[in-house]
C-alpha cells in the first residue's frame, strides 16, 4: 500500500517551557507515537497532549520562532 493513500500532517504541540515541538503523522495521536521514538521520558513529558495546532507544510515559517 502507497504511503500516499493516509494523509499525513503536522501538528504543533505546546510543551510547558512555552516552546512548541514539530511533530508528523496521521492524526495527532500517531504523531506523538512517532515523537516518542525519538524523544527521551524526560523531553516526552513537556509535551502537552491535548494542546496542539494543525498546521500546513506553507505556514511553518511563521512558526519556527515558537520551536524548541
Known amino acids: 500500500m502507497s504511503s500516499f493513500s493516509n494523509p499525513h500532517y503536522m501538528y504543533l504541540f505546546a ?3 512555552g516552546k512548541k515541538k514539530l511533530a508528523y503523522g ?3 495521536d500517531d504523531a ?3 515523537l516518542r521514538l ?3 521520558d524526560d523531553e516526552m513529558a513537556q509535551i502537552k497532549p491535548h494542546d496542539y495546532v494543525k498546521i500546513s507544510q ?3 515559517q511563521e512558526y519556527v520562532h515558537e520551536l524548541g
Do not use: F, V, Y
Request: net charge positive; aromatic share 0%.
Open 58 to 60: 506553507r505556514k511553518l
Open 26 to 28: 496521521q492524526s495527532p
Open 15 to 17: 510543551m510547558e517551557n
Open 38 to 40: 525519538r524523544l527521551t
Open 32 to 34: 506523538l507515537e512517532i
